[in-house]
T-cell receptor, first 112, second 113 residues
Framework: SQQGEEDPQALSIQEGENATMNCSYKTSINNLQWYRQNSGRGLVHLILIRSNEREKHSGRLRVTLDTSKKSSSLLITASRAADTASYFC????????????FGKGTMLLVSP | NAGVTQTPKFQVLKTGQSMTLQCAQD?????MSWYRQDPGMGLRLIHY???????DQGEVPNGYNVSRSTTEDFPLRLLSAAPSQTSVYFC????????????FGSGTRLTVV
């Protein structure tokens, strides 16, 4: 079953604007990760945030994690047309062997 | 570094045929996984391996077999293809599971007619 649910399903913005995507999950986790997928390509790992962290930055990316609400957000600042892609959150559970459970993704369109 | 290499990139099968999707990584990663991606469903885990000789089932394992005889290779076998297996298949690898992020292959687009 899907662990994460991204919101919104689709997002359309102009270049230079910020894009915020949200992810909710159901069970306890070790970490939460965000991936990007360009059309017809494989997924690319963007950033990982551990369950004991609340915020993490990487370049134009900012990720927050609220374990009490079982939710995370990904902020992309100053978006570019090249950021157009689908974005997925994935969680690593806190029990058993570590495998990732993915959400259904947010499709981001950044227009010039 | 080639990363994760998947072959073939495209494949059309007839119902009932069998085939093997190949996956190889050159990063000495212990963990390898197979996912399928269907429209509106995100990625779902088929099988995974935590090291050579060790495999386990994921969320949707029916109709698929895997083996892991070497660290580098993790082939996925479709035993008797069905139209429901039409999907895009991704192989991924990681050191110590998902704790540092997975590296994905570019995918195999499979159509079963």
């Amino acid at each position: 079953s899907q662990q994460g649910e991204e919101d919104p399903q689709a997002l359309s913005i102009q270049e230079g604007e910020n894009a915020t995507m949200n992810c909710s999950y159901k069970t306890s986790i070790n970490n939460l990760q965000w991936y990007r997928q360009n059309s017809g390509r494989g997924l690319v790992h963007l950033i990982l945030i551990r369950s004991n962290e609340r915020e993490k930055h990487s370049g134009r990316l900012r990720v927050t994690l609220d374990t009490s609400k079982k939710s995370s957000s990904l902020l992309i600042t100053a978006s570019r047309a090249a950021d157009t892609a689908s974005y997925f959150c994935a969680t690593e559970g806190s029990s058993g062997y570590s495998t990732l459970t993915f959400g259904k993704g947010t499709m981001l369109l950044v227009s010039p | 570094n080639a990363g994760v290499t998947q072959t073939p990139k495209f494949q059309v099968l007839k119902t009932g045929q069998s085939m093997t999707l190949q996956c190889a990584q050159d990063m000495n990663h212990e963990y390898m996984s197979w996912y399928r991606q269907d429209p509106g469903m995100g990625l779902r885990l088929i099988h995974y391996s935590v090291g050579a000789g060790i495999t386990d089932q994921g969320e949707v394992p029916n109709g698929y077999n895997v083996s892991r005889s070497t660290t580098e290779d993790f082939p996925l076998r479709l035993l008797s293809a069905a139209p429901s297996q039409t999907s895009v298949y991704f192989c991924a690898s990681s050191v110590q599971g998902g704790r540092y992020g997975y590296t994905f292959g570019s995918g195999t687009r499979l159509t079963v007619v």
